[in-house]
């Protein structure tokens, strides 16, 4: 008789999970209106920083992105605006994320994030103390649905040994007409490329190994339907496309880390002791 393989061991192997079913669609559509209505909340002339990872030198000088860590801020898409700056579709049709805090300070995210089953998953995939660095709601949206290129998430949190992992839950079906993620199985064996790092000379993106990123022909989409946690090992390299379909693509995404690791003090994200980053439980 063939026993299945472990959690682990499939983590072990190919450097990512997709485990169906994991949230119910009752949290889903709670977790979506309360995004909905930061959105509505959000005052464009607040700002008009765009996040992307194409262009670094945008959020080099972007204090907005840098200093979000402890906030729960909006970040527009990158072809948000027409060449007059005004928006191409409607606030809530350009809104690229919500981020980066908000399982610690909205009610609504943080039950979504704070869930026991997600520790007892960290702990079987060996991280025995995690703790919740990042939330980032990602919408995706129609048409104007930015790329993300290949990349490894522990480019953007540093800890020795490696231990950031990352939590991408499917708010909708998530499929390679609307901008689904790519992976490399097995990829996250290959060597950490970058790393992004904030000090008092500012902010850039480093090359710390000139392993070629893998052929697009490598790559495997993950497609999903709504309510599949998809579980990424920090170092697997992924990417997403762009979306030019009429259908969004929801997802919300948690990063979280080893406490027993060393956490880079030139990592972006930085938590004070007044406002530590927590695990999934108390305690
Ligand atoms: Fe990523």
Redesign the pocket.
Known sequence: MQVAPSLKSRFEQDGFLVIPGFKPPAEIAALRARAAAIVDAFDPAESTAIFTTKDESKTKSDEYFLTSGDQVRCFFEEEAFDASGALRQPKELSINKIGHAMHDLDPVFERFSRDPRLHELAVELGIVEPRVYQSMYIFKQPHIGGE?RW???AT?FETEPVSVT?L?FALERADRTNGC?WVQRGGHRTPLRERFVVDDAGSRLERIDYTPWPSDDVAEPVEVEAGTLVV?HGKLP???APNRSAASRHAY?LHFVDARARYAPTNWLQRSDTFPARGFVDG
Do not use: E, K, P
Request: aromatic share 24%.
């Open positions: 993300v990349h490894q998430d953007y990352t991408w993620l990424l992924h990417y997403s995404t």
